[in-house]
């Protein structure tokens, strides 16, 4: 790898999480290199906000984010596959409650 | 009469501006030390050409306007002449494509090299304060173009101007090597800084119409603004006072042929193409 290489892979990796418009939350629009939080957000601005993508912009470095395991899916998510009761679509509600 | 002509200038000294610091940084694409910072900086180059086009509009419009002894003594580029003394108006594409170097006014700072990224970036910074604080107050132009254009670029140079600053400081004050580089660049094109600030003839009569804007007062915000990114960036402001000129009368350095050569060549080899 030659100097210039080396140098350019010693900037750390950041997430990208863009707002669309006002009320909605921040979504994960990917990655981008920058030598600082305040770099980030600029280059965030320039890389995933020129096609009025975002009014906000959050970036995090990557090596904060933890993940769940791949590996530990079955365990994790799978429980979930039968248990409907959990939506709240699953209750008959009384017509006499409104606004739900 | 005088003032049709002398707006008319004033409009192309703006335009060519644009162009110019545009199609300089337009040449960092491809090429630019990392992808995020290649994106950043065609980003800007399309802003300055953007805002370039709206003033070569109103320029192509005030030109079409003139007599046409009027017109035949305003430029003299032979291939535009072809264009207008057939009769025919001219656009924003023939006034970018079809003059020569002595036909541009713009400042002698945005046609210098690119040279390595701290050129690059103090080129920008030197621009970018300047042109904050002019659009600063060409928003009060009496002249509703002026006022319409000043307002919409005002947005984009002060992130622009953010920017060239932010780089500024990072390179100043960052290793030995990108202080050593960042001081070279700003000693370097500290002499073509002068001219963004001097007040000619025409720039008078545009003040004195309420149209163009008072040099004078934006010299002192423009020193101040420029010197206090230079401290943080722990650089030297050059104390050096004399100044290269000239870029606003026509008169150029080399470098302007070679931008032109480039930037001009499609049109002048297979004139009237469209893709």
């Known amino acids: 790898m030659s100097q210039e290489n080396k140098h350019k892979s010693e900037w750390p990796l950041w997430e990208v999480f863009i707002r669309s418009k006002a009320g909605l939350d921040h979504k994960h629009a990917g990655s981008l290199h920058a030598a600082d939080a305040q770099m980030a957000i600029e280059n965030a601005r320039d890389v995933y906000t020129r096609r009025m993508e975002g009014v906000s912009i959050w970036v995090v470095e990557s090596k904060y984010i933890h993940a769940s395991d791949p590996d530990e899916s079955e365990s994790l998510y799978d429980p979930a596959n039968d248990k409907v009761y959990r939506h709240p679509t699953f209750y008959n509600l009384p017509d006499e409650v409104k606004y739900m | ?275």
């Open chain 2, 1 to 275: 009469m005088a003032k049709q002509i002398d707006l008319l200038d004033y409009t192309l000294r703006l335009a060519d501006n644009e162009l110019i610091i545009g199609h300089r940084l337009s040449e960092w694409c491809g090429h630019g030390p990392i992808l995020e910072q290649d994106i950043a900086i065609t980003n800007i180059a399309l802003d300055h050409l953007g805002q370039a086009r709206s003033l070569y509009q109103y320029a192509a419009e005030q030109f079409n306007h003139l007599t046409q002894e009027e017109k035949n003594k305003f430029f003299a580029s032979a291939t535009l002449q072809n264009v207008f003394t057939s009769g025919a108006s001219i656009d924003e594409d023939d006034l970018a494509y079809l003059r020569d170097v002595w036909d541009f006014r713009n400042v002698l700072l945005v046609e210098q090299p690119n040279k390595d990224w701290a050129y690059t970036v103090c080129r920008s910074l030197f621009y970018d304060a300047f042109k904050f604080f002019f659009y600063t107050e060409l928003l009060k132009s009496k002249d509703e173009t002026f006022a319409a254009v000043a307002e919409k670029s005002l947005k984009e140079v002060t992130y622009h101007l953010r920017w060239s600053s932010e780089w500024i400081i990072r390179l100043g004050d960052g290793t030995d090597e990108s202080h050593e580089k960042m001081q070279a660049a700003v000693n370097d094109l500290w002499m073509y800084t002068g001219e963004l600030t001097a007040m000619d003839d025409t720039d008078k009569t545009m003040l004195s119409h309420g149209i163009g804007v008072d040099l004078a007062t934006i010299q002192p915000l423009w020193q101040e603004r420029v010197m206090e990114t230079l401290k943080e960036a722990t650089l030297t402001t050059p104390v050096n006072t004399w100044m290269q000129g000239g870029g606003k009368e026509g008169k150029h350095s080399e470098h302007l042929g070679y931008i032109l050569a480039e930037l001009q060549f499609m049109q002048r080899a297979y004139p009237g193409m469209d893709w």
